[in-house]
């Protein structure tokens, strides 16, 4: 039998986590600084889930007589985004598992992250390389000691994704993880569908010509203010749940210029899709109704996860919200 839903139990964890995902940046706020995330208030939690409307994209996945979910998430997100609407709590509440990229509320997890984060094999940057991000990073309050440990591909991802916090998206808003705090106050089971070394292993460039070539590509990206504005675009669509705009991501985000920014698309999405699709359709097939939380961009073209899904034999329905 499975354990009732109880919708009071998860905010409580959100609450913690959030907290523990924005102390790291500075403990105080200048005025020059993005703001910092902060936890929710009892009252807060208890009006953002009364009041929650479904955001990001939905699919019924049935194969064997038995339905499962695919949702595609965002990581960076604004305050008021994060309580999942009726639909969508809908679908976790007739799931049994919730299977996230990376359960990051897993201590071994979240270990085994920051361990790889650091052994990754960073190639040496020229100084004037070096003195653009350290610029960029003071310009965003962050401190040298939290990107310092990180490949150059990560440091500039990080700051990619911190791009956008004087406009209110923030990572410690993210959607995923908020999900997993949403399984486990239900007494759902949680799974990660990767590890964290094929994480790092899918940031990680080939050569140092081509960590370089993407380091460019990113410093330009960050100085000119273009990926500021594509972090807004992109977590709006979500918000809005526009699936025709996010599938026609590559023509209008203006994000792979080189052919470095091309082949670390190919490691990110699709060289990472078909085993993704095989670990969602081995949870099912093992008799699960699995709740599988995965990035938005996963989820569109050929090599889509919903095209996967119906390749691997399954009926795959797009569920539209109701406004």
Same mark, same amino acid.
């Given at each position: ?6 919708r ?11 907290m523990v995902c924005?102390?790291g940046?500075?403990?105080?706020? =200048? ?6 995330a902060e936890a ?5 939690l208890?009006?953002g889930a009364?009041?929650? !409307?479904?955001r990001?994209?939905l699919?019924r996945i049935t ?8 949702y595609?998430t965002?990581?960076?997100?604004k305050?008021?985004w ?7 709590t ?6 049994d598992?919730v299977?996230l990229?990376l359960d990051?509320?897993d201590?071994?997890f979240? !270990?085994?992250?920051g361990?790889?984060?650091?052994a ?8 004037p390389m070096r003195q !653009? ?5 003071d310009?965003?309050?962050? =401190? ?10 990560l440091?500039v ?6 791009a956008a ?5 923030? =990572? ?5 993880a ?5 399984g486990?106050?239900s ?8 590890t964290?070394?094929q994480q790092?292993?899918?940031?990680q460039m ?5 960590t370089?070539?993407f ?6 990206d ?10 807004? !675009? ?5 918000a809005?749940?526009d ?8 023509s209008?985000?203006e ?5 470095a ?13 078909p085993?993704?699709a095989?670990?969602i359709?081995?949870?099912?097939n093992g008799?699960k109704?699995?709740?599988?939380a995965?990035?938005s961009?996963?989820?569109?073209? =050929?090599?889509?996860?919903p095209a996967?899904?119906a390749q691997r034999?399954?009926?795959?329905e797009?569920?539209r919200?109701?406004?």
């Open positions: 039998m499975k354990k009732a839903f109880d009071r139990r998860w905010p409580r964890g959100l609450a913690a986590l959030l924005s102390a940046l500075h403990a105080q706020t =200048p005025a020059s600084c993005p703001p910092t929710f208030t009892q009252a807060q208890q009006s009364r009041d929650a !409307r479904d990001g994209f699919w194969r064997g007589g038995r339905s499962s979910w695919l595609g965002v990581h960076a997100g305050r008021d994060v309580f999942p609407g009726p639909q969508v809908q679908a976790l509440k007739a799931s598992t299977a990229e990051m509320l201590p071994e979240a !270990r085994r992250l361990e790889g984060m650091a990754l094999p960073g190639a040496p940057l020229p100084e !653009r991000l350290a610029r960029l990073a310009a965003e309050c962050i =401190p040298a000691q939290m990107l310092a440990p990180l490949s150059p591909e440091q991802s990080t700051l990619t994704v911190l916090r004087r406009d209110g998206i923030d =990572p410690s808003y993210g959607i995923d908020v999900l997993g705090g949403f486990r106050g007494g759902k089971t949680v799974v990660s569908l990767e964290p070394e790092l292993s899918a940031l080939p050569s140092p010509q081509e370089l070539a380091v460019e590509s990113g410093l330009q960050l100085e000119s203010g273009r990926a500021r504005p594509l972090v807004l !675009r992109l977590t709006q669509i979500w809005d749940a699936f025709e705009t996010l599938s026609g991501y590559e209008w985000c994000c792979l210029k080189t052919e920014d091309r082949a670390q698309q190919t490691r990110l999405l699709d060289d990472r899709n085993p993704l095989d670990a359709a081995a949870i099912h008799g109704q699995v709740f599988a995965v990035g961009l996963h989820m569109i073209g =050929p090599l889509g996860l996967l899904m034999g399954f009926s795959v797009r569920v919200f109701t406004p």
